[in-house]
């Protein structure tokens, strides 16, 4: 496969190789090539990553690390490996943009909808005023963040079909 790109395309093929979740529209920008090019080789780097992972062979005796030396040191440890607060919060940056930023955009578009809605006297149930809201906080990850997040759009799709899904009596 990498004796089929140029010098730039094997540049962008290995880049996504090393950094997986990597935007595609910065990698385009900082490569200087084109959106559909940095797509198809960032389909064809995870792809061949989900190989290769698959393909690993199994390790006949599993590592084990040195137990901790007391039971303050074992909770600890435990602690630092199920939640590592930190590094959730820079991996969500990372997708969605800083939380502050994208906090303000949301709530200025959910005040707008709601001035506006109450200007024209509308009213709306529950789960169509909460479709509303989340479906803003979508576009405001998207916008404020990773565009190329398949979730965000799917979410979209999908909280418009609960609520279509509902009038047309089929609740879920």
Known sequence: MSQLLSTKGKKVFDYFVANPAA?????????????????????NANSIKATAQKTKPARLLPEIPPEPKTSWQKIVKEVEETVNVDKTLDARAEMYGKFKDGASL???????????????????????????????????????????????????????????????????
């Open 23 to 43: 935007n595609a529209s910065k990698v385009a920008a900082k490569f200087k090539m084109s959106m559909s090019n940095v797509y198809k080789l960032k389909a």
């Open 106 to 172: 949301m709530q200025a578009v959910k005040r707008e909808l709601a001035a506006h809605a109450a200007k024209h006297g509308k009213t709306f149930a529950d789960d169509q005023w909460e479709a509303l809201e989340m479906i803003v906080h979508k576009i405001g990850r998207i916008v404020n963040g990773d565009p190329d997040v398949v979730d965000h759009w799917v979410d979209i799709a999908g909280y418009a079909t609960l609520v279509s899904d509902r009038l047309e009596g089929n609740a879920r």
